[in-house]
């Protein structure tokens, strides 16, 4: 897949199949078993701009987008790619859709202002070094302090020159205020970040709990 000047890929991605609907007051119990063919899932790309759309339609302005950035081919930093893979093997509620957002920020800053979610859950793998790998953590876009504008605009410019990261894409979306105030950040301490493909051992203990706070996220 060639990749455009801003980091976007040339070629449109491939669409990914729709779950079936999961049934009204159903939560499927967080387990392994959860993650139907989860090895032959590992060997799926959805590429970015890939969509699931679970339930029923098209998505429209309030839906809840639950949006993954990772970095290809990088063991955990891919984290929030692949995690969604997996992820789209599973049956969620109407008004859900997923995402794949690893691409430039202000094309994802685009994409916010044309899909309007009226609630968003960002996923990604950020080395932070407050806790040790496979270390998830929480927190809602109100806790963070206000980007500063020489902070977004260094950010911006290596996000045109093709950077893409979590860090990247939460400084230009919120300095133009593309994301809602219910907006919540769900990250993992990755272990490993050199070349190669799938997680190390304490990111992949970490994803069914990933997938447990994600399940609490849009139920809510």
């Not at 859950?121 to 809602?140: D, E, I, K, N, S």
């Amino acid at each position: 897949m060639r990749a455009a000047s801003d980091g976007t890929p040339d070629n449109p991605p491939a669409q990914a199949t729709p779950p079936a609907d999961l049934p009204a007051g159903a939560d499927p119990p967080v387990t392994p078993a959860t993650w139907a063919g989860r090895d032959e899932v590992l060997d799926t790309l959805l590429g970015p701009g890939a969509q699931v759309k679970p339930g029923r339609g098209e998505a429209e302005p309030g839906c809840t987008l639950v949006g993954g950035i990772g970095l290809p081919w990088l063991r955990d930093l891919d984290f929030g790619t692949n995690w969604l893979a997996r992820a789209a093997t599973l049956a969620w509620p109407d008004g859900v859709v997923l995402e794949d957002l690893s691409y430039a920020a202000h094309r994802v800053m685009h994409r916010l202002q044309e899909l309007q979610p009226g609630r968003v859950v960002l996923l990604g793998c950020m080395p932070r070094g407050t806790g040790p790998p496979g270390t998830v953590r929480r927190y809602a876009l109100a806790e963070l302090p206000e980007p500063d504008p020489d902070e977004v605009h260094e950010r911006l410019g290596e996000a045109v020159g093709g950077i893409v990261d979590l860090d990247h894409t939460l400084a230009v979306c919120r300095h133009w205020n593309a994301l809602p105030d219910d907006t919540v950040v769900i990250e993992v301490e990755p272990a490993e970040s050199e070349f190669g493909w799938g997680f190390s051992q304490p990111v992949e203990d970490a994803v069914d709990e990933v997938l447990g706070m994600v399940r609490h996220e849009v139920s809510r």
